[in-house]
């Protein structure tokens, strides 16, 4: 391939890196740690990056501080590319270690994000002026018995689960990948 045909390398923007930046990404933070990029407060909008320029958006452990998630998830639809993704990682709800960081401020379910995926019930609340699609939603769990047996009540019926069974047998994160859609859809 010639560099004339090449393909641009994708760009990846890391919120929230800390010191545990991906290499080659961008990151950004609120402190100025080691390889941060861009020292920025999440929550103060619009962050100092160009629209539509990013492949893949990463926020690995972050959305659980912020006050302002819909401005957040606004910010997340306008950086990233179409067809690009973002993907969210935040602790269960029913995990005892999400009440122990006394800096987490949300605490997650299956269907938190409902209200900015498109197709969804929660979606016509209009928390948000930007819609994404659903790639990849799903619960993680720990390994071991306790981990297959909550696994599989969720597998059956994520309402189910959440109502009777979080607490006994506890996810330990939730995990998405969205792609955003174009306004209107």
Same mark, same amino acid.
């Given at each position: 391939?010639?560099?004339?045909?090449?393909?641009?390398?994708?760009?990846?923007?890391?919120?929230?890196?800390?010191?545990? /930046?991906?290499?080659?990404?961008?990151?950004? !933070?609120?402190?100025?740690?080691?390889? +941060?990029?861009?020292?920025? !407060?999440?929550? #103060?909008?619009? =962050?100092?990056?160009?629209?539509?320029?990013?492949?893949?958006?990463?926020?690995?452990?972050?959305?659980?501080?912020?006050?302002?998630?819909?401005? +957040?998830?606004?910010?997340?639809?306008?950086?990233?590319?179409?067809?690009?993704?973002?993907?969210?990682?935040?602790?269960?709800?029913?995990?005892? #270690? #999400?009440? /122990?960081?006394?800096?987490?401020?949300?605490?997650?379910?299956?269907?938190?994000?409902?209200?900015?995926?498109?197709?969804?019930?929660?979606?016509?609340?209009?928390? #948000?002026?930007?819609?994404? %699609?659903?790639?990849?939603?799903?619960?993680?769990? %720990?390994?071991?018995?306790?981990? %297959?047996?909550?696994? =599989?009540?969720?597998?059956?019926?994520?309402?189910?689960?959440?109502?009777? =069974?979080?607490?006994?047998?506890?996810?330990?994160?939730?995990?998405?990948?969205?792609?955003?859609?174009?306004?209107?859809?």
């Amino acid at each position: 391939m010639t560099p004339a045909t090449a393909t641009p390398a994708a760009r990846m923007l890391e919120v929230g890196c800390g010191t545990h /930046k991906t290499p080659g990404a961008v990151g950004l !933070d609120l402190l100025a740690l080691p390889g +941060v990029d861009i020292v920025h !407060d999440m929550e #103060s909008m619009p =962050w100092p990056v160009e629209g539509a320029s990013f492949d893949e958006v990463r926020c690995l452990h972050v959305l659980e501080h912020v006050a302002d998630i819909c401005g +957040v998830m606004d910010e997340l639809h306008r950086v990233t590319k179409p067809g690009g993704r973002v993907h969210i990682v935040v602790p269960y709800f029913a995990r005892y #270690s #999400s009440f /122990k960081d006394p800096t987490h401020r949300r605490f997650c379910t299956f269907e938190s994000f409902n209200y900015f995926v498109a197709g969804t019930a929660d979606r016509d609340r209009g928390y #948000s002026r930007h819609a994404f %699609r659903y790639v990849v939603h799903k619960l993680n769990f %720990r390994k071991g018995l306790r981990g %297959r047996i909550g696994a =599989w009540i969720h597998r059956s019926s994520h309402r189910n689960y959440e109502r009777h =069974w979080a607490h006994t047998f506890p996810a330990r994160t939730l995990e998405l990948v969205l792609e955003p859609l174009p306004d209107g859809e």
